[in-house]
């Protein structure tokens, strides 16, 4: 095929070679067209005629050449029923450099540097100023790529890219802030794919899928001491509880804004520190709730423009609540416009048949052996965290990762060089990426949904482990479902899976997660799991709620569940609201007051948190009571004085003076009963107190006579 037919047929791999001006001959792609002119800024004019398919050429030079021998022109463009004047993309050269092209495979600092979509102004070299945006992307197999959009009517002839060392790119004179675009590749395999563009920074809301050029954000920030302030902090010995929501259905229809102060007051009324979202990337499937990310620079625009969200991060730091983000690099769907097969090879997914898919979710799993693959999903985070000021990165599916076998069958996998099962390639990954969290934004949170028992998630990476800061313990959320779903009668026998928990708490830091998985699909909320009538499903959840908080580790909540929502969560219908306000509107206002008092609580307490994950931060007193479904522990403040004595009767018998060992002698008061009048609970408990003598029970030499309400939490504190 010859230059000029791979130009028409945009496979032409340097299209700058024939279009603009060159030796005498001024040659343009102009789809649509009856004809037009060049005009050169002395305002001579040089009909151009009709080559082949869209493109003209004049018969002769005529463009200004200057002094430097560099031409300068426009085009006047008639079409039926109007004449248009542009300016020609090839007069320019590359906005970027071969390092910088390079650096692209070197690691998160040249990627959002090089790729994506830059509003510019570049000077001809007669010194004219045109506004326009320089495009690049990285197709390195790409037969051709050309750029379209609303620049071009949509045209897909006019601007073809030229390639260098993978990447292609072109500046378009004239396409400004808020423009349309796509990508059209002829790719290795000789298909024709409408590509977003992987690095934009802005897309059309769903069901439409372009990227939408961005400016760079002017947002007024209001947050620095907030910033600087989180960077002093160990997370590990600071309170952290949890809300975790779905923007689109916790309260349906608002958008960043709105849900900025709705969201931070009921938040913080509730006493958590952080509010979690469910992934805000661009997502072209609403009920994938974010988790099949189709741009991973984009947040979604269901809800407003990147400064809209800005605006919400901002707010809640103003009113002391952290954000962290859902964020997604263990698989991307298949959609066409997406990046599976982005220049017609796997080019982000491995090209190995048995690595290429997560069989989970029919999705692809990104190929992390390939450098610009994994610089891509480094600055994705940093990009998070330095243009939105998140607070955390909750990183979805790590077990994907970490494992080659993972939800594959036999000959379904291939094992590692080393004959394992393990993914080295992911595991550097995930360590540079939690070191250069670490290094570069100081008091990120990186919380990893871990649901094996990888060694060492939470150990530094210096020695060995992956470096997060918090681990989900999904073992905890299940086991601990599990107990409370058994009727109370059968409980006992299980204990000993309670103190597994609670000795097992220390092999890492974790957070403990009752998260959106364990609400959907027909497992039921956390109401729906309990055994008995409204009343006794009540009671077990405050139990539920309050062992959470007691246990050591920090807390997770899923939206509704702070009020004991019955309905399973669904992503259109939003949270049931009308609750709080129906027949049984005090039972879920009594829920939601223990939520924020349980908060407030360990907002306060040390000993409820600075020993999470550490050995002296707990003392256990009692689970071998299975006859009663009783445990009991101590919460310790390591560096303090500060404990807590945490108590629970999961049976179904009040218990009267029950003997129960304590730490020390005196007056302990109670600081929280779950079966209180204020929770809407039966009201049995200790008028405030009990006094602990020498009678040795429980290995100590003092105890109490304790009334520990049926299916309920009593906490007790030394005066």
């Known amino acids: 095929m010859d230059a000029i037919a791979r130009l028409l047929a945009g496979t032409h791999p340097s299209p700058q070679t024939l279009l603009g001006a060159h030796d005498g001959i001024v040659r343009a792609l102009l789809p649509g067209a009856r004809g037009g002119h060049v005009v050169t800024p002395d305002g001579t004019r040089e009909p151009l005629r009709h080559v082949a398919g869209a493109l003209f050429a004049t018969d002769h030079c005529a463009t200004q050449v200057t002094d430097a021998g560099v031409p300068d022109h426009r085009f006047s463009i008639d079409y039926d029923d109007v004449t248009v004047d542009v300016d020609d993309p090839y007069l320019f050269g590359p906005r970027s450099s071969s390092d910088d092209r390079v650096a692209i495979g070197t690691g998160a600092d040249g990627v959002v540097d090089v790729l994506g979509a830059f509003p510019s102004r570049r000077t001809t070299a007669s010194g004219r100023q045109l506004s326009g945006v320089d495009f690049a992307v990285w197709a390195p197999n790409a037969r051709g790529v050309t750029v379209f959009g609303d620049f071009d009517s949509w045209g897909a002839q006019q601007y073809p890219m030229s390639r260098r060392d993978g990447v292609w790119e072109l500046f378009v004179p004239g396409a400004s802030v808020g423009d349309r675009y796509k990508y059209r590749v002829v790719g290795a395999d000789g298909l024709v794919r409408d590509k977003a563009d992987p690095l934009a920074h802005r897309a059309q809301c769903p069901p439409e899928t372009a990227s939408i050029v961005d400016a760079p954000s002017q947002y007024a920030w209001s947050d620095a001491e907030w910033v600087r302030d989180r960077a002093r902090a160990d997370p590990a010995r600071r309170p952290l509880s949890v809300y975790e929501a779905h923007l689109g259905s916790w309260r349906p229809g608002l958008d960043y804004r709105r849900a900025a102060h709705l969201l931070a007051d009921h938040v913080t009324d509730l006493n958590f520190t952080h509010l979690q979202l469910l992934p805000l990337t661009e997502h072209p499937y609403g009920p994938s709730w974010g988790y099949q990310v189709g741009s991973f620079f984009a947040p979604t625009a269901r809800f407003g423009e990147p400064d809209d969200l800005r605006y919400l991060v901002d707010h809640c730091h103003r009113r002391g609540l952290g954000v962290i983000l859902d964020w997604v690099p263990a698989h991307f769907p298949k959609d066409p416009f997406a990046l599976g ?104 949170l990186m919380i990893a949904e871990e649901s094996t028992a990888w060694p060492g998630v939470t150990a530094p990476t210096s020695d060995g482990g992956l470096g997060f800061d918090f681990k989900w313990d999904l073992g905890w959320m299940h086991r601990t479902l599990d107990y409370v779903g058994t009727e109370p009668a059968d409980r006992g026998a299980q204990n000993p899976a309670l103190l597994a928990s609670l000795t097992g708490a220390v092999r890492e830091r974790y957070v403990l997660p009752l998260s959106h998985d364990e609400m959907v699909h027909g497992k039921g909320t956390l109401t729906t799991r309990m055994p008995g009538d409204a009343r006794a499903r009540a009671d077990h959840v405050r139990a539920l709620l309050a062992y959470q908080w007691a246990h050591p580790g920090k807390n997770l909540l899923f939206m509704g569940q702070e009020f004991g929502q019955v309905g399973e969560w669904s992503d259109h219908l939003g949270v049931d609201w009308g609750a709080l306000h129906g027949d049984d509107g005090p039972a879920h206002r009594g829920i939601a007051r223990l939520v924020g008092d349980l908060g407030r609580l360990m907002r306060t307490r040390p000993a409820l948190y600075r020993g999470d994950a550490d050995a002296a931060g707990l003392d256990i007193l009692d689970t071998g009571d299975t006859e009663h479904a009783v445990v009991a522990f101590v919460r310790r403040d390591p560096d303090g004085d500060d404990l807590v004595a945490c108590l629970f009767n999961f049976s179904d018998d009040d218990l009267v003076d029950y003997r129960m060992g304590l730490p020390s002698a005196g007056r302990w008061r109670e600081v929280l009963n779950t079966a209180a009048l204020d929770y809407r609970g039966q009201g049995v408990g200790n008028l405030g107190a009990v006094h602990a003598d020498p009678h040795p029970s429980h290995g100590r030499p003092f105890s109490a006579a304790v009334t520990l309400p049926a299916r309920a939490s009593v906490w007790l504190a030394p005066d």
């Open 341 to 444: 097969e982005f220049d017609g090879t796997p080019l982000y997914e491995h090209a190995d048949p048995l690595r290429r898919e997560q069989p989970d979710w029919g999705t692809y799993a990104f190929n992390l052996g390939r450098d610009e693959v994994r610089s891509f999903l480094l600055a994705s985070a940093r990009y998070w965290c330095e243009q939105f000021h998140v607070d955390g990165l909750r990183v979805d599916a790590v077990a994907a990762m970490l494992y080659r076998d993972y939800s594959r069958g036999p000959g379904q996998w291939r094992p590692a060089p080393d004959g394992s099962h393990r993914n080295e390639e992911a595991v550097d990954f995930l360590r540079d990426l939690t070191d250069m969290i670490r290094v570069e934004h100081p008091g990120v």
